[in-house]
């Protein structure tokens, strides 16, 4: 096939992107958009921050661009993200305790009720474990409030939308370390316990400090084996040329070797759309041309 989401498809495969809303009336944008993928990520537009401002007072409207354009180009869409502690609304940052929780819970029900039946997957949790070698929760407001909290949010979504996927969604877990491990070890517990999960969704953010891991397959494939799904959800790499390109390939073959491994998005479609200020890590450069790496992504799919 000759497009990324085509090609992804002939694998039983999906091939995202980020999308943000600002930009569907870019053309250059739209056309690569439409023409190379197969499900779309709200880039900022369903956060927490963007779907309650006001507390129980919900507004959908920054995200209508994206899920109507979804709509009408046969793209699905990944729901990201429900509870974080990242971009919460003012309100909900200066909150604590019973009355955080419960304002959790509502947030996921109510959100997850309003689009129930149109998302994929949901990242119902994201990024909820701390980076030190410790293997520990992530100090955050949602962790004060119980350590069930991660559960408490699975159970929720699954009420809300027994349709969709429900994830749990982190970055550095790419290979197997400390955080990861404490991933695979709460995805376990949650498994044994019957508390609803269907995946696990890996960021893939790389760099020179945060190269692609060379166990990156064998951790996808360990918590493939726990009996849920695996997807790579925010893929980019920095760097250029051939070792770029590489890097993606190897990204590549190593969801298409794990049968679990549902589908990629990439976070930005041009290099000038990253979040990474200044760099180069996606498939397209600021023209909306091809890149080695898109070729090579491509080719290995
Ligand atoms: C980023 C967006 O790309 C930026 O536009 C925003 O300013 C900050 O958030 N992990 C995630 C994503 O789960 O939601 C983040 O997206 C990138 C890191």
């Not at 439409?34 to 963007?50: G, Q, S």
């Not at 929720?156 to 996927?165: E, L, N």
């Not at 019957?194 to 166990?215: R, T």
Request: charged share 20%.
């Amino acid at each position: 096939a000759t497009t990324l989401g085509a090609s992804a498809a002939a694998t039983g495969r999906y091939f995202g992107t980020a999308v943000a809303a600002g930009k569907l009336s870019d053309s250059t944008y739209a056309g690569i958009l439409d023409r190379e993928f197969d499900m779309v990520t709200a880039e900022n537009e369903m956060k927490w921050d963007a779907t309650e401002p006001s507390q129980n007072s919900f507004s959908y409207s920054r995200a209508e661009p994206i899920v109507s354009h979804a709509r009408s180009h046969n793209q699905r869409i990944r729901g990201h993200a429900l509870a974080w502690h990242q971009q919460q609304p003012g309100w909900a940052q200066s909150m604590s305790g019973t009355a955080l929780r419960n304002a959790m819970v509502n947030h996921i029900t109510q959100v997850a009720t309003h689009y129930r039946g149109q998302i994929y997957a949901w990242d119902v949790v994201n990024e909820a474990f701390d980076d030190g070698g410790n293997g520990a929760r992530r100090d955050s407001n949602l962790q004060r409030t119980g350590n069930d909290w991660i559960e408490v949010a699975f159970r929720t979504a699954r009420a809300a939308d027994p349709s969709a996927k429900l994830c749990y969604n982190d970055y550095n877990t790419d290979g197997q370390n400390a955080k990861s491990n404490a991933v695979y070890a709460m995805v376990q517990d949650f498994k044994a316990r019957g508390v609803p999960i269907d995946c696990v969704g890996f960021q893939s953010h790389f760099n020179q400090a945060s190269p692609v891991p060379s166990d990156y397959q064998a951790n996808l494939q360990r918590f493939a084996n726990l009996g849920l799904d695996v997807q790579i959800t925010e893929l980019d790499i920095e760097g250029s040329g051939q070792a770029q390109a590489d890097n993606y390939a190897r990204v590549v073959r190593a969801c298409l070797a794990v049968t679990r491994c549902n589908g990629i998005t990439v976070w930005g479609i041009r290099d000038t759309d990253s979040w990474r200020a200044g760099g180069t890590p996606l498939l397209f450069d600021g023209n909306g041309n091809k890149k080695a790496a898109y070729t090579s992504t491509l080719n290995a799919l």
